[in-house]
């Protein structure tokens, strides 16, 4: 394990040097652009570097933490007795994703964490072509541990239904993990604690497609100051995925009129991919029939 000048971590344990360098540069831009969203101007003056060397040895550690990777899935299987029809590709991704929980769970990097009941990790397929992402936990999901099982959450099931889906073919996911108090906001910098979780998890899901839902998803994925009326039903792009921005659940929850609005945002996340239309009428999701 590495230390860092004062003697804390800098990288995680088993971590490449590498890897941990590459995320600490990604939670370093973050945090600039968050910093520059809200009016504070951040300069930061580089020193040139050397071209790093690969060691000769880095291929095969490249193969040894792969190999690494297939051996606790098999643990991972065991220990959870997973269903024997689970196969290999979501199993492996499955056992990367458990190590990153159980850092969830634990973690303290911000305030949210001290009046949490539970961290709030995500809930899915590991292979998902779609990934929604919200804001964080209300008070139902910090009670239960799951993203999305409130009143906004029977919302969202429906909206996924509507889709022809269910919500075990995506995977759902929030910005912060914890629950803000009062169902507040997240603070700027309960965001940049939280933010290097969710792109980790992009990163093994690695989806085709993600919904953001509401703005406080919509712009910190984005990076951007620009609210979510302006950013709904255009595609983005985000760490290389192509982003549907669209309003929150709880947001139509309180404006049922806009939710013709979301089914049109629905609609091209369909398209996007190739999904077929189960509905035979133009209705909204969560519409009376």
Known sequence: MSEGPAGGSVTGPGEHPADALARAARALRQSLLFERAFGRDVTITWSPLAPIQEAPQAAAAVAAREGAHIAAAQHFREDLALPEDLDAERLRRLAILDPLRQEVLRCTACVLCQQRTQAVFGVGDPCARLLFVGEGPGEEEDRQGEPFVGKAGQLLTRMIQA?????????????????????????????????PYLRRQIEVIRPQVICALGNVAARSLLETPTSISRLRGHFAEALGIPVMPTFHPSYLLRNPEDKRLAWMDLRKLMDFLGLHDPRSSGESPGEDR
């Open 163 to 195: 889709m022809g889906l269910e919500r075990r073919d995506v995977y759902i996911a929030n910005i912060v993990k914890c629950r803000p108090p009062g169902n507040r906001n997240p603070e700027p910098r309960e965001i940049i604690s939280c933010m």
